[in-house]
């Protein structure tokens, strides 16, 4: 169904009689009514953009004065776009938005063969650039070879491994090089191949590991952690971050160091830090004084101060690192089963359990202030019930607060199925597998007074029936919430998801980091899911969803969605209408910008069957993206002027504006890629990488292109 100002039904009337006629004609009020009311309750009044809304026309169902706008070029070469946690991030503004496709789209110059798109939105709309560099058929060994290894959080900087170098005169081999995304110039860091791990604010200071020694006074033969600081001298700018306090020698460890979590604690021949797939956020305070990295010989936890030149211990033994706050004056760690807290100010450690606790992990903490962490342990840590009528019991999997020196206990989660990706880094039964491959299923905000997790466990009154939800914890009230609970009460008949990784697979060894599924404010959660959950989901298919607290947006206790036992309203995201899955990517800090993808074509210049990304945007829309119909012409008028030029060739430049795509002006449209031989081309693709990531590559694809699983 199209949805435009009046939300009509288009309806075929055979000659069977009045009857049927009557019938269909009161069929078709109703549906108009209930559609109509559904969308005026999701809008707000007097949206400013609503002569946008009404032009693609399904956009008039989004709450908050959404319009959908397409991300992805309209041109794709019969390509999708694709992506996956890790691959799909968004600027915390929402103004730019990272994703891949298996060939390369015409007109973006990239020598990748799973090329990654940078798009950001401008005055004319959305512009796409390739952050490989172009191929240069001339480099010694052949043309290049270019993989995004991970970006800022901006999305200014780009670590980009080129094979081989991009200048005259390198050996043979892997090259490592910062890109700029305003001026697309590469910036040559060394020779071998890095891992991102973080950056300080301003990107000016960024922390990378490299299993190559990048720098003689690195360690052998192991992984080194080291800090590109943009201030210093182009020959001082990369030094080694990874080194011991002088008292133990003031060198890098013989055993190598990672951003974050490391060494013994997370397993045998398990790699850490940002190059085993680990989350590294806020490894590097905002300021970029304070790095923190793990021993990957001892396991024992340090802070390196570059500007004073010295290091300090964290941990007093083998410890796992588990989160600081943004400006690092704490880090949190586990040692032994107890969790600890580390000030950085004062230099002192300080137990926040004790004695055997059983602590399996952490959901997250206040990276605002360090004064909330959630935290899974098998002790009886507190003695008060939840709003369940549920105390906490030796054994169980029990979920605590802990805020300022006092823990309490919020609910009993299981210990099998997804529940332990809310707080454990191994999701495969202990495998030695990192977030990467898996991605983290709690969320907090970084003032810690909300944490938004995953469970099968039937945490409040609705029936579940083993399926996942999602459940959102208010710290202040103690108030435990299903936000993906079926409104209607009928008991669950699918899973919930917090990104895709479970449908579109991931790349062993993509950065690992935090979707904003959870707004920063707690008021906004976005999620996927099979069921309908609103009487607009109709297509039995992956959805993409919205969940907003009363008083937030369009969100009011008469609203045609709202829950009282949520104490918010639902709304799609996507359409509920497409044949065909939908997915969420990202999402901007405050919510505003929800990046999803999906087939159906959702503006005007969308002509094509293939996977593109749109971004549902708070007051968005984009008009050249709607173009209105050709005027009514009769006769000799409908031809128009002839012109006698030729027909333009595709379009060369690296980027290219949504408005002035040609795609959008074709008349014909072109038979998409089967699916095999979607399958075939991304095989093909992966003969062009090197030879240790060929194998990955060609996992990707045929989980990709093969046979469809239904989630």
């Given at each position: 169904?199209?949805?435009?100002?009046?939300?009509?039904?288009?309806?075929?009337?055979?000659?069977?009689?009045?009857?049927?006629?009557?019938?269909?004609?009161?069929?078709?009020?109703?549906?108009?009514?209930?559609?109509?009311?559904?969308?005026?309750?999701?809008?707000?009044?007097?949206?400013?953009?609503?002569?946008?809304?009404?032009?693609?026309?399904?956009?008039?169902?989004?709450?908050?004065?959404?319009?959908?706008?397409?991300?992805?070029?309209?041109?794709?070469?019969?390509?999708?776009?694709?992506?996956?946690?890790?691959?799909?991030?968004?600027?915390?503004?929402?103004?730019?938005?990272?994703?891949?496709?298996?060939?390369?789209?015409?007109?973006?110059?990239?020598?990748?063969?799973?090329?990654?798109?940078?798009?950001?939105?401008?005055?004319?709309?959305?512009?796409?650039?390739?952050?490989?560099?172009?191929?240069?058929?001339?480099?010694?060994?052949?043309?290049?070879?270019?993989?995004?290894?991970?970006?800022?959080?901006?999305?200014?900087?780009?670590?980009?491994?080129?094979?081989?170098?991009?200048?005259?005169?390198?050996?043979?081999?892997?090259?490592?090089?910062?890109?700029?995304?305003?001026?697309?110039?590469?910036?040559?860091?060394?020779?071998?191949?890095?891992?991102?791990?973080?950056?300080?604010?301003?990107?000016?200071?960024?922390?990378?590991?490299?299993?190559?020694?990048?720098?003689?006074?690195?360690?052998?033969?192991?992984?080194?952690?080291?800090?590109?600081?943009?201030?210093?001298?182009?020959?001082?700018?990369?030094?080694?971050?990874?080194?011991?306090?002088?008292?133990?020698?003031?060198?890098?460890?013989?055993?190598?160091?990672?951003?974050?979590?490391?060494?013994?604690?997370?397993?045998?021949?398990?790699?850490?830090?940002?190059?085993?797939?680990f989350y590294t956020q806020d490894t590097i305070s905002?300021?970029?004084?304070?790095?923190?990295?793990?021993?990957?010989?001892?396991?024992?936890?340090?802070?390196?101060?570059?500007?004073?030149?010295?290091?300090?211990?964290?941990?007093?033994?083998?410890?796992?690192?588990?989160?600081?706050?943004?400006?690092?004056?704490?880090?949190?760690?586990?040692?032994?089963?107890?969790?600890?807290?580390?000030?950085?100010?004062?230099?002192?450690?300080?137990?926040?359990?004790?004695?055997?606790?059983?602590?399996?992990?952490?959901?997250?903490?206040?990276?605002?202030?360090?004064?909330?962490?959630?935290?899974?342990?098998?002790?009886?840590?507190?003695?008060?019930?939840?709003?369940?009528?549920?105390?906490?019991?030796?054994?169980?999997?029990?979920?605590?607060?802990?805020?300022?020196?006092?823990?309490?206990?919020?609910?009993?989660?299981?210990?099998?199925?997804?529940?332990?990706?809310?707080?454990?880094?191994?999701?495969?039964?202990?495998?030695?597998?990192?977030?990467?491959?898996?991605?983290?299923?709690?969320?907090?905000?970084?003032?810690?007074t909300t944490v938004l997790f995953t469970s099968q466990?039937?945490?409040?009154?609705?029936?579940?029936?083993?399926?996942?939800?999602?459940?959102?914890?208010?710290?202040?009230?103690?108030?435990?919430?299903?936000?993906?609970?079926?409104?209607?009460?009928?008991?669950?008949?699918?899973?919930?998801?917090?990104?895709?990784?479970?449908?579109?697979?991931?790349?062993?060894?993509?950065?690992?980091?935090?979707?904003?599924?959870?707004?920063?404010?707690?008021?906004?959660?976005?999620?996927?899911?099979?069921?309908?959950?609103?009487?607009?989901?109709?297509?039995?298919?992956?959805?993409?969803?919205?969940?907003?607290?009363?008083?937030?947006?369009?969100?009011?206790?008469?609203?045609?969605?709202?829950?009282?036992?949520?104490?918010?309203?639902?709304?799609?995201?996507?359409?509920?209408?497409?044949?065909?899955?939908?997915?969420?990517?990202?999402?901007?800090?405050?919510g505003d910008n929800v990046f999803f993808f999906t087939?159906?074509?959702?503006?005007?210049?969308?002509?094509?069957?293939?996977?593109?990304?749109?971004?549902?945007?708070?007051?968005?829309?984009?008009?050249?993206?709607?173009?209105?119909?050709?005027?009514?012409?009769?006769?000799?008028?409908?031809?128009?002027?002839?012109?006698?030029?030729?027909?333009?060739?595709?379009?060369?430049?690296?980027?290219?504006?949504?408005?002035?795509?040609?795609?959008?002006?074709?008349?014909?449209?072109?038979?998409?890629?089967?699916?095999?031989?979607?399958?075939?081309?991304?095989?093909?693709?992966?003969?062009?990488?090197?030879?240790?990531?060929?194998?990955?590559?060609?996992?990707?694809?045929?989980?990709?292109?093969?046979?469809?699983?239904?989630?």
């Open positions: 169904m199209a949805y435009g100002q009046g939300e009509g039904v288009s309806l075929r009337i055979g000659s069977a009689g009045r009857a049927p006629l009557l019938l269909s004609l009161l069929t078709l009020v109703c549906m108009g009514l209930e559609a109509g009311a559904l969308a005026a309750s999701a809008r707000a009044e007097g949206c400013p953009n609503e002569q946008l809304r009404g032009q693609d026309g399904y956009a008039l169902q989004l709450p908050d004065c959404r319009a959908y706008e397409q991300v992805s070029p309209a041109d794709k070469n019969f390509t999708d776009a694709a992506g996956f946690p890790g691959l799909v991030q968004s600027s915390p503004s929402g103004e730019a938005v990272t994703f891949f496709s298996t060939a390369p789209f015409p007109g973006v110059t990239s020598a990748a063969s799973l090329p990654t798109y940078l798009t950001i939105r401008g005055a004319g709309g959305w512009s796409t650039q390739g952050l490989a560099p172009a191929a240069n058929p001339s480099a010694a060994g052949g043309s290049e070879e270019g993989s995004t290894e991970g970006l800022t959080e901006d999305l200014s900087q780009a670590l980009i491994l080129v094979e081989p170098g991009l200048e005259a005169g390198l050996a043979p081999g892997v090259y490592s090089y910062l890109r700029d995304s305003a001026t697309g110039a590469f910036r040559l860091l060394g020779p071998g191949a890095a891992a991102f791990a973080d950056a300080a604010t301003g990107d000016s200071r960024i922390i990378l590991e490299s299993s190559e020694q990048l720098l003689p006074d690195a360690a052998p033969g192991v992984v080194n952690l080291y800090e590109w600081n943009e201030s210093k001298p182009p020959d001082e700018q990369l030094s080694v971050a990874g080194l011991l306090p002088a008292s133990e020698g003031g060198q890098a460890p013989t055993g190598g160091s990672v951003a974050g979590p490391g060494g013994p604690a997370l397993g045998e021949e398990v790699t850490g830090g940002a190059t085993g797939g905002a300021d970029g004084s304070r790095i923190f990295f793990s021993d990957g010989g001892t396991g024992r936890i340090y802070m390196r101060e570059p500007e004073a030149e010295r290091t300090i211990p964290v941990s007093a033994g083998p410890a796992y690192w588990r989160a600081a706050t943004a400006d690092g004056n704490y880090v949190f760690y586990t040692e032994g089963e107890d969790l600890y807290r580390f000030d950085a100010e004062s230099q002192t450690r300080e137990a926040l359990t004790s004695g055997a606790a059983g602590v399996l992990g952490t959901l997250g903490i206040a990276t605002e202030t360090g004064a909330y962490a959630y935290f899974v342990a098998t002790g009886t840590l507190a003695g008060n019930e939840n709003g369940n009528n549920e105390k906490a019991e030796a054994g169980n999997a029990n979920l605590y607060e802990w805020h300022d020196g006092e823990t309490i206990f919020i609910a009993r989660l299981g210990t099998k199925g997804s529940d332990p990706a809310d707080w454990h880094d191994f999701l495969h039964g202990g495998e030695s597998q990192g977030p990467a491959q898996g991605e983290k299923a709690s969320r907090v905000t970084p003032d810690g466990a039937q945490l409040t009154s609705y029936d579940n029936a083993k399926h996942d939800e999602l459940y959102l914890y208010e710290a202040p009230d103690a108030k435990l919430i299903c936000v993906s609970c079926n409104p209607d009460g009928a008991p669950a008949t699918s899973e919930t998801y917090l990104t895709n990784n479970g449908e579109l697979g991931r790349e062993p060894g993509a950065r690992a980091f935090l979707t904003r599924n959870l707004s920063e404010d707690g008021s906004r959660v976005f999620f996927q899911t099979q069921e309908a959950l609103v009487p607009q989901d109709t297509n039995e298919q992956t959805d993409v969803y919205e969940w907003e607290r009363e008083g937030a947006g369009s969100c009011e206790r008469a609203s045609a969605t709202f829950s009282a036992a949520s104490g918010g309203c639902l709304y799609l995201i996507s359409t509920g209408e497409s044949a065909e899955p939908s997915y969420f990517g990202d999402a901007s800090a405050n087939r159906q074509s959702l503006v005007s210049q969308d002509q094509d069957e293939n996977v593109d990304i749109y971004d549902t945007r708070v007051d968005g829309g984009i008009a050249a993206q709607n173009p209105p119909p050709p005027p009514s012409c009769a006769r000799e008028g409908c031809l128009g002027p002839v012109d006698p030029s030729p027909v333009s060739a595709a379009p060369t430049a690296t980027t290219f504006a949504v408005a002035g795509n040609l795609a959008s002006q074709s008349v014909v449209k072109p038979k998409p890629l089967t699916r095999a031989q979607q399958l075939a081309r991304a095989l093909k693709a992966c003969r062009k990488r090197p030879r240790k990531r060929r194998r990955t590559c060609e996992a990707h694809a045929s989980k990709r292109y093969g046979k469809r699983v239904k989630r």
